[in-house]
């Protein structure tokens, strides 16, 4: 059974940092390009960032230089460290999970709330 399980999401002051964590089972983690989108009610789900299987690293403009994306194989997990926070962050953060060879897969995670708000 697949499942991607998001944590670490919470409220948080404007310039604070959170650390979100996403440990995937199911699948063979390695071999999956993984990625962390976000969205408000007001908004389409957006890529925040991306990590491939050989750990290239790629961010939306609006968050690059605060955010860090990585990737724990040995413990099927990654990690988005946000820093110096601001109120348009938040948003519900949720991982993905692609997959282009030999077949196609996505998998998505049941997200988690960040709010930054004073």
């Known amino acids: 059974q697949v499942q991607l399980v998001e944590s670490g999401g919470g409220l948080v002051q404007p310039g604070g940092s959170l650390r979100l964590s996403c440990v995937a089972s199911?699948?063979?983690?390695?071999?999956?390009?993984m990625s962390w989108y976000r969205q408000t009610p007001e908004k389409e789900r957006e890529l925040v960032a991306t990590?491939?299987?050989?750990?290239?690293?790629n961010y939306a403009d609006s968050v690059k230089g605060r955010f860090t994306i990585s990737r724990d194989n040995a413990k099927n997990t990654i990690y988005l460290q946000m820093n110096s926070l601001k109120p348009e962050d938040t948003a519900v953060y949720y991982c993905?999970?692609?997959?282009?060879?030999?077949?196609?897969?996505?998998?998505w995670g049941q997200g988690t709330q960040v709010t930054v708000s004073s």
């Open positions: 990590i491939t299987t050989a750990g290239v690293k």
């Open positions: 199911g699948f063979t983690f390695s071999s999956y390009v």
């Open positions: 993905k999970a692609v997959r282009r060879t030999f077949g196609t897969y996505d998998y």
